[in-house]
């Protein structure tokens, strides 16, 4: 296969063959292309695995980093701890589980969407923290774009609604704030890119991001493939040059090669980016109209492929590019953004102490056999879908002198699966589309009470997958398919491998309800007054 690579040095030729040469101690050995690997960069920490053929990781490396907290409603990350945590973990995957880069036939990205750095051209160096999709810094931005009347064109031209979540206006933030940065900006001495593109920027040299990721700033027209001037000088007067070049996220001409130094001199092409959420959805075969998955993370992120035409919601869902293949037109998909679900488990660990460990929730939930009737609304940074409310606030209700613990426990579990249910109905709605079965992923859906729980408010049966990490794999998928390490997208429905199904248990009556109880929580959040601030 002959791939036109393209790289700060030019154009080159790369001709990928199943075997190549690696160069040890001055001869050449035999090696044979087995293997692609990935970075999965996400909000809580970063992975970097290393996939076989069939789909199996068979090493991989993990690193959490800091979150920072400068004042409420604002999260912060280090550019510079990111990558640091991306290249010690490529050296420790390499060392630990002894693999030959010279095997590695290609490299995947996937990331946190939307969050937004800036850094110098010429020096590298961020300007800034990074400011994390979660912060609410700008949503006094967004009410002026509101108020200027912009809702609609954003709407009409993005898919997104006018939120503090896009990256929009972080940049603008950083630009009117940070000393200096506007005339640097125009004077073209900065460069923009949400996580993908500082990663591939710092591998590569190469200043790029793919469709779904660009689709995320609201800045990027879906339908033309392309940043949009209009917005651009509405949203900040943000300069066209300091935007990476968006590229389809499975790319045979490969975004760029990794510098030798990080896989030991071996030549290793990036060839696939995707949003975390896009490529979760990729690692679940979810190529066809109708495929709807949830990934259970930080937040939860419902997607519903609607193919390759995209269509507009009228009910608080955003319209986002799932992925582009090449040349191929764009497939669009319906989302449902949920800001705090696993996020909310840490906060039982880490503020108030009243578990050890993620894992153990599963087990302290079954100690009691409801609620009695305590519910967490976790709008710790505002609501996102359906609501897009940016000042609500997280409460807990139904307190009692019986409340214990579990009780809580199980509530914050719950409330994973409420919000899901809320997503879920607007999407059966205005799709028009039959849902028979949810697809889920992540690290939330090993959680096996939390599943049952949700295939029963949901209705339909949860079903998942043998490899529960798919953002991961969507990435290996993308990058490997386009060097032809895997043929086609059939070829990757045939590796997608049930582990187990939840049926739906919980009598109509039940489940009705629970969930009204639920939805009367969600609205006791919504009449927060706003001079209270907009914390998290």
């Known amino acids: 296969m002959l791939i036109w690579l393209s790289n700060q040095k030019g154009r080159r030729k790369i001709r990928f063959r199943k075997k190549n040469h690696y160069h040890e101690r001055g001869r050449k050995v035999p090696v044979e292309k087995k293997y692609v690997a990935t970075i999965d960069q996400g909000t809580t920490g970063t992975r970097v695995a290393v996939f076989n053929h069939d789909g199996v990781p068979i090493a991989y490396a993990y690193r959490e980093h800091a979150q920072i907290y400068p004042k409420p409603g604002w999260v912060e990350q280090d550019p510079a701890e990111i990558w640091e945590n991306v290249r010690l973990l490529i050296r420790q995957v390499l060392e630990t589980f002894k693999v030959n880069p010279a095997e590695i036939l290609a490299l995947g990205i996937t990331n946190q969407r939307e969050t937004t750095i800036v850094w110098d051209r010429k020096t590298g160096k961020p300007i800034h923290n990074a400011i994390v999709w979660q912060c609410r810094r700008t949503a006094p931005l967004v009410d002026q774009l509101r108020k200027d009347g912009l809702s609609e064109a954003i709407h009409r031209k993005t898919g997104l609604i006018p939120d503090a979540y896009f990256s929009g206006t972080k940049v603008q933030w950083i630009l009117d704030n940070v000393p200096g940065a506007r005339r640097e900006a125009e004077r073209g001495n900065l460069l923009f890119g949400t996580v993908d593109t500082w990663i591939l920027w710092k591998l590569t040299g190469v200043h790029a991001t793919d469709y779904s990721n660009a689709s995320r700033t609201m800045l990027f027209n879906i339908e033309r493939l392309d940043w949009d001037d209009e917005l651009l000088e509405q949203i ?50 979810g190529f066809e109209p109708g495929e709807i998955k949830t990934t259970y993370g930080t937040g939860n992120f419902i997607l519903l492929n609607i193919g390759q035409k995209p269509s507009l919601s009228k009910q608080g869902l955003l319209t986002t590019i799932a992925y582009g293949i090449d040349d191929a037109a764009a497939v669009y998909a319906l989302e449902g953004s949920i800001f705090i679900t696993g996020a909310a488990v840490q906060w039982l660990r880490d503020n108030l ?87 889920v992923d992540g690290g939330g859906a090993r959680n096996n009470f939390m599943m049952q729980f949700q295939a029963d408010i949901l209705g339909i049966p949860v079903v998942r997958p043998k490899v529960t990490e798919t953002t991961s794999l969507g990435a290996a998928y993308a990058a490997g398919i386009a060097v032809g390490f895997w043929e086609s997208l059939d070829e990757l429905k045939e590796k997608w491998l049930v582990d187990r199904t939840f049926a739906p248990k919980m009598p109509r009556s039940t489940r009705e309800r629970l969930y009204k109880r639920w939805k009367q929580a969600v609205q006791l959040t919504m009449h927060w007054p706003r001079e209270a601030g907009i914390g998290i």
């Open 353 to 439: 102490k009243i578990i050890t460990t993620a894992q153990e929730t599963e087990e302290i939930a079954q100690t009691v056999p409801d609620t009695n009737d305590v519910y967490l609304v976790p709008a710790f940074v505002g609501l996102g879908a359906p609501y897009w409310n940016m000042y609500a606030k997280g409460l807990i209700v139904g307190l009692t002198r019986g409340t214990t613990r579990a009780h809580l426990v199980r509530a914050t579990l719950e409330s994973e699966c409420y919000q899901t249910r809320d997503v879920l109905e607007v999407m059966k709605a205005e799709s028009r589309m039959a849902i028979k079965a949810m697809k």
């Open 236 to 285: 900040g007067k943000i300069p066209r040059e300091i935007l990476p070049s968006p590229k389809p996220s499975v790319n045979k001409e490969a975004y760029g090669y990794v510098q030798h130094e990080f896989f030991d001199g071996a030549e290793v092409p990036v060839t696939g980016i995707l949003g975390d959420q896009q490529s979760a959805l990729f690692g679940q075969a």
